[in-house]
T-cell receptor, first 111, second 111 residues
């Protein structure tokens, strides 16, 4: 079992729709959770982070965390073509202070 | 505020040579992380430096090494380069438990 799992996609949504990206993790002691966006050939850019169970909203982005189910998601409202990228879920495990990344989900927003 | 800066942007080497990659963290950040992003393999944790000490390393051979200087900048050295070392090498910095922010990376190509 991979430590952090994401559906590789591509996930295709029409412009203006809600994109839902999901991530599961195996280390039950994980403390913090991050979503990065990576455009082709570029470095990852931090979008959201969440530490506590529940929802956290920032503009068009909402991160959702359920530690009991070991599940974290990212919702993108009013999706735009510029949101088309690979979205990386990252988990900061209890020990070692390293980020463990999922393989990423490719999102395509069609105009 | 200046972000994480990495140099060089691109580096071309041949098998058996040594490569040195450099990273300057965001001002005030004391921790530097190195990650490798090889094609098709996702982001893999390499090394973590904090306050000049190596705190954790990923599953990479000893020919991957580095150091952190008193000004918190860092250097990643890769000895005896192999073809599979071709990848984007990303540096991230943070302070304490704050989210990691990435530099633009160094693309290392081994011929």
């Amino acid at each position: 079992q991979k430590e952090v799992e994401q559906n590789s996609g591509p996930l295709s949504v029409p412009e203006g729709a809600i994109a839902s990206l999901n991530c599961t993790y195996s280390d039950r002691g994980s403390q913090s959770f991050f979503w990065y966006r990576q455009y082709s050939g570029k470095s990852p850019e931090l979008i959201m982070f969440i530490y506590s169970n529940g929802d956290k909203e920032d503009g068009r982005f909402t991160a959702q965390l359920n530690k009991a189910s070991q599940y974290v998601s990212l919702l993108i409202r009013d999706s735009q073509p510029s949101d088309s990228a690979t979205y990386l879920c990252a988990v900061n495990q209890e020990y070692g202070n390293k980020l463990v990344f999922g393989a990423g989900t490719i999102l395509r927003v069609k105009s | 505020e200046a972000g994480v800066t990495q140099s060089p942007t691109h580096l071309i080497k041949t098998r058996g040579q040594q490569a040195t990659l450099r990273c300057s963290p965001i001002s005030g950040h004391t921790s530097v992380y190195w990650y490798q992003q090889a094609l098709g393999l996702g982001l893999q944790f390499l090394l973590w430096y904090d306050e000049g000490e190596e705190r954790n390393r990923g599953n990479f051979p000893p020919r991957f090494s580095g150091r952190q200087f008193p000004n918190y900048s860092s250097e990643l050295n890769v000895n005896a380069l192999e073809l599979e070392d071709s990848a984007l090498y990303l540096c991230a910095s943070t302070l304490g438990a704050l989210p990691q922010h990435f530099g633009d990376g160094t693309r290392l190509s081994i011929l």
